[in-house]
Structures are given as C-alpha cells and as structure tokens.
C-alpha cells in the first residue's frame, strides 16, 4: 500500500529525533481482601511552561498493566482543564491495537510494543502512529503470604511452569523439597502484552503457554486470585504489588537454573536493571490525525512532562532524564511535522 505524504512526515520526525520508540518496526525476536488501585509515592515533576486552554474528549484503551497510569495523568489532567473528557479502558494491549487500528480510540497503552501484524493492520485502515516510551515496569512474580515454602524461581523453573503441554501440577513438581499441593495458577489474558511479553522472555516464543491456568485481562482479578488461595502462582506488573503488598507475597527470580543469583523486584533493581529478564518499557500509542488535536498535545506533554510525578505515584519507574528528554523531543518533532 502507498504510504501517504504524512506518515512519511512522521516517519521522517521519529527518525531525527533518534529515539528507540517502537513505531512500524516489530520487535525482536482480582471472598478476598480488597484491591486497591496503584498509588503512593512521590517525585519531582519536569518543567512544562504554561498549560494551555483545551477542550475535547480522548479515548484512549489497552493494556491493563499501563492503565493505572493513564487514568492518573486523565484525572489529573481534567483537574487542570476542567472541559475535557479523557475516558481510558483497559481491554488488554492486542484488544486496545484491535480498536487503534480500525481508528475507535485516539491512544493505546501497550506493555509491549507494537507487532509486525498490529502495524500491517494499522497501514491497511491508513492510521499513521506514534509510539512512546512512558515508564518502566518490572513484571512481578506473586505467590499468596501464606506460602512459606517459596521464596525463589529461576526462569528455568518457570519456563517448566508455565511452558506449554507443562507437566507441573504441584508445587512439589517444581522442587521435591516443596509440598505435594496442586499450583492454582493465575495470569494476564491472551490479549494482554504482558502476557507476550512474559512468554516470550521465559518460554521463548510469544503467546506460546500452558492454558490451564485462570486468565483475565483485569490485574485486579489475579490480586484476588492469588489473595484467596495459598497454593496460587501469577504474574502482574510491579505496580499492582506494590498496592497490595499486605495480600501478596513477591518471589525473587533468578536467570537461568541458579536460585543463587535471585533478585527482588524493587524500585531499585528495576530502576539498574538488575531485575532481569523482567524488566520493560511500557508504552502508549497514538494516531497522527489524534496528535494534530490540541486536545491531544496537551495530554501528551501532560503526561511526558509534568504528569511524570504521578509514574512513581501508582508503583511504577520513571524514564531516566536522557530517555525522557528524547521522548520530549518525538513529541514536540511530531506534532510540528503534522501542522
């Protein structure tokens, strides 16, 4: 298909700004306690200059993991411009490509980025895009408080886990020394970006996973999930532990077959990448007629500059100061391409 002279405006704008955003190019390769949106924490915001005036509604969906964030920066934003409308769904990364694609929402949160496919159906529908880099997460590995018994996986271990045709069905399957209680096993949908994310890193190929485990698109069913049973094994992003913490238990993880080298996730091994391999960028998405919006420019700058306070505020990492300036930058380059 023949691309239009505006996305070879904005294909030539992410280019200059040198950034290592994801935009065309695939990449390689919760009766239980209460859950509580992620929040807390504090920061120092980067320099916006004066808002400006808008009004208008943004639609913006995807994944649940980013969620948290985009619904923080949309309620705060509509605190500073009172006649806006910034509705945010959380319906999984590939649910929020599916509606980017065929031009329903104006943004999309993604845990991952964009694949090869999502672009091809991105081009076929003429919506041109731009993707960002907004903070990062650490992919957390939970077990219920009351297990004792587990305090550390390898990612060999995992990958025995949760690999496809797996023949784990108790804990005692994993290590003989643990007790012979069936793993009742908790994770993200096949739509969600974490769930590729995390097959691709432990199982070595995305979206390739056992089935019979408990699956939802919403991270506060898995808190649940695993709050209410002792035996329970799932994987989240970081921020919905880090408000839950008095229902859930972190495992630390270790590369490879040595329990020896195992990390905690924290603010800090996330923030040194010590935490590895489950460590990423989470992203969000948006179209280029969205951006040529004042509406939309604002939110973004909202959310690249002064809205950043709120990243550590609902549990996750800020970009460090060279990767943000760049995102800044895409930013400012993008839209003045689209005028």
Not at 235 to 260: T, V
Not at 267 to 288: D, F, K, N, Q
């Amino acid at each position: 298909m023949k691309r239009t002279s505006l996305f070879a405006v904005v294909l030539a704008v992410i280019a200059a700004a040198g950034c290592t955003v994801q935009d065309a190019t695939p990449p390689s390769s919760g009766t239980a306690p209460t859950t509580k949106t992620p929040g807390g924490g504090n920061s120092e915001p980067a320099s916006t200059g004066a808002a400006v005036a808008v009004e208008g509604e943004i639609k913006i969906d995807g994944s649940s993991t980013v969620f948290p964030v985009s619904q923080a920066m949309a309620e705060e934003f509509q605190k500073i411009h009172p006649k806006t409308q910034v509705v945010v769904g959380e319906s999984g990364t590939g649910g929020g490509f599916k509606k980017f694609s065929a031009g329903e929402i104006d943004i999309n949160d993604a845990s991952r980025p964009i694949t090869e496919a999502e672009a091809k159906a991105c081009e076929e529908k003429g919506i041109k895009y731009v993707g960002f880099k907004v903070c990062i997460d650490g992919l957390s590995v939970l077990v219920n408080p009351q297990n004792e018994f587990a305090k550390v996986l390898t990612t060999d271990q995992l990958k025995q886990i949760w690999q496809p045709n797996s023949t784990v069905k108790t804990w005692k399957d994993v290590n003989p020394e643990w007790p012979a209680e069936p793993i009742k096993l908790y994770g993200p949908g096949t739509a969600s970006g974490t769930f590729d994310y995390f097959t691709e890193v432990i199982n070595g190929k995305a979206k390739q996973s056992r089935t019979d485990y408990l699956p939802s698109e919403d991270d506060n069913v898995l808190v649940k999930g695993i709050a209410g049973d002792k035996y329970a094994l799932g994987y989240f992003g970081f921020a919905y532990y880090s408000e839950n913490k008095d229902s859930l238990k972190l495992i630390s993880i270790a590369k490879g077959s040595d329990p020896a080298a195992a990390v905690t996730p924290s603010i800090e091994t996330i923030r040194s990448g010590e935490y590895s391999p489950l460590s990423r960028p989470l992203y969000v998405y948006v179209t280029a007629p969205a951006l040529k919006r004042p509406v939309v420019q604002e939110f973004m700058r909202y959310y690249l500059n002064a809205g950043q306070k709120l990243v550590s505020e609902v549990g996750y990492i800020e970009l460090d100061k060279p990767t943000l300036e760049e995102q800044v930058k895409l930013l400012e380059d993008t839209i003045a391409g689209l005028k």
